[in-house]
């Protein structure tokens, strides 16, 4: 009897693409059942034992002095347990977003709870209304922020170089660009259920992060780590917004630590709207010139971060393309509203909009094609291959309008096509573990504490150790999103999947490595190697071993099997990921309306975990983009500061009505190893989208989204 040698791997590799029978297949997600049905517990669903709701009070200004807060007529409501002022009287509060909260109150049922919060009373000094850029830039305007209202300059490039390019160009243009506040609009808003008794804590919270929120919760609950348990069973997006426990979950805690009762506190849609983190605006005067020859020769620009009292994101220009001289100054103009915070791809939509409006406008100006222009100044070849995808599944080749703007019809319809190209980074970084554990029984578990925000991670916690040892995709239970579990990595920069694959395969494939090596030392006979496949396991070599999965469980005896791993740089995809996208639109001439009529996306991603849920993901980043082209924007009153924008009535997105044919295409030629994509999906379509309105009929927008009056003053139609 011999140890099993040949069969043993150094390296937990990943198996060429062909062998695979789960990984790189289209699987249905292991929870979906659960959430069509409603099985899925989310945190607004928990429901506990003596459980109170809790409501925060919020200004519905931007900026005053709070001389009075009255919670008495709060305390009279029937079945209001709770109700205490968040400030002191005579603070000021300086912005709208979570600096506005004044109060909170909990009561038995949620009703009470909005009944109390509606109940409190506040006497107010409003204080100047800074809420757009010009307000904050006007001399003599009051500081928003304890910086001032202009952040730090940051410069990239020579001005020189810059300007000496600019008169060596043959065609230039000088425009302004601009975009809004875009909110992620998450399904489930913040907020958290904190389950204490004094000595321990459960929170159930709707987090991205749910190992670094043990930590965040036990201070705020003056607790231990280890006596703090986060779950996230299932959440409603988050986008980037849902990191930390924020001003709604340290609430959550100190009225848990007052009433010693679990409390549900989660923030109802306008409060969402008004403190829940947004994707910040942009402004840009740019100068930008091309040589006869297509070269981008240069581009100078000056640029505004709109991120209210945060900083707001920009990555600079020419972002994705090359250009022989540049000088790009930008800043953050503060304005008294809610944060920016991360939101898919942080910056790059807004570069991505201005970048290729620009490459749009000096292509027409040479009269060049835009597909063209845009490859000579692209210098990885993949973005050439990604842009003649696009083109051929969009129908660029039978086009009529290549070179100029199109013309309507005799109905005022006209059908343009443009294009825009998408970057992100790939990879992963350390911090995730798995368990994988096969129990004498047969069952199999895989264990991460990592969060799914609704981009199939469940799944593919489970098919990677099916994968290994051949079995379905249900014959693994997947368990994550609880802070008791292997530790996870927080879902942002598209890192999740590049984290958290590699350390399921280490674990997968150490489980597998310690059962054969149990096995081998229980058959008679030499052992070379095992075969897992079809639910069966079987040796070569001399010994005549072919039983089922589960009857070489049985032979473990009352001792399972258990692999804890940890990330593994070599399973995951390094360096840039790469897209592109192309949109076809009919505009109606006389309305202004756009209609989108086709959008097309290729993503570069490595080895996909599951073709559905890739192809998902990347139409899923296309529609928010056509969302945010067409129709999002943040809108307050100039004048009083009010949000006017602060429900899904007022605040516009995509609907059924908008969502036009869809096609996502897997690039099969990157063969690296694992990696996540979410984000690139998100960057260029509202770029393309511009774009296909002008090579439609010659309205060229400059501002999003690209409203019906938009496009009829374009067009000259409006005065």
Known sequence: MSANKSNRRA????????????????MRRVDGPDKVTG?????????????????????????????????????????????????EAGTEVLYSGDDSVVAYVAAETEEAAEDAARAVRLTLMPGPVLVTRLQSLAPGAAEVTSDGNVGRLREQGDEEDAVLGLSESDVLIEETYELPIQHHLCLETHGCVVDYD???????????????????????????SDKVRIVTEHMGGGFGAKFGAGVEGGIACTIAKQLKRPVHLLLDRPQEFQMGGNRSGTHARVKAGATADGTLRVIQAEVDRL???????????????????RHVKDRSVHTASDSSRAMRAPGHPQASFIMESVMDELAYGLAMDPLEFRKRNLGDDVWHRHLDTVAQEIGWAAHPNKTAAGAPDDDGMAEGIGFAVATWGAGGRRGAECEVRLNPDGSVTSSCAVQDLGTGARTYVAAIPA??????????????????????????????????????KAAAHGAREAMEKRL?????????????????????GGADFDVSFREACAMLGTQPVAVTAGHDRSLQARGQLHGAQAVRVRVDTWTGRVQVVKMVAIQDQGLPMNRMALESQIKGGMIQALSYGLLEERVFDNEHGWLLTDNMETYRVAGTKEIPELVAIIDDEDDRPVTGMAEAPVIPGQSALSNA?????????????FTPDRVLAALGLLS
């Open 307 to 325: 991120g209210g009292v945060g900083g707001g994101s920009f990555p600079g220009l020419p972002y994705i393309y090359e250009a022989e001289a």
């Open 467 to 504: 994968e290994e040892f051949g079995l379905p995709l249900d014959a693994v239970t997947a368990r994550i999103g609880d802070s008791s579990l292997p530790p996870g990595v927080g879902s942002g920069g598209s890192v999740t999947t590049g984290s958290v694959a590699p350390a399921v």
């Open 39 to 87: 099985r899925a517990m989310y945190s607004a669903d928990m429901r506990l034992p003596n459980m109170v709701y809790a409501r925060l009070v919020l200004l519905q200004v931007p900026r005053a002095v709070v001389e009075k807060i009255d919670v008495s007529r709060a305390l009279e409501v029937e079945g209001c347990v709770l109700a205490q002022p968040y400030v």
């Open 693 to 705: 309105i002008y090579n439609a009929c010659g309205a060229r927008l400059r501002a999003v989204p």
């Open 11 to 26: 390296d937990p590799a990943w198996k060429p693409r062909s062998e695979m029978k789960l990984i790189n297949t289209a």
């Open 198 to 224: 004094g000595e321990q804590a459960t929170v159930y919270a709707s987090t991205q992060a749910v190992t670094s929120n043990q930590g965040e919760f036990a201070q705020l609950l003056d607790l231990p």
């Open 520 to 540: 081998a030392e229980a058959i008679p006979g030499d052992v070379d190697g095992f075969v897992w496949a079809d639910g069966r396991v079987r040796s070569t």
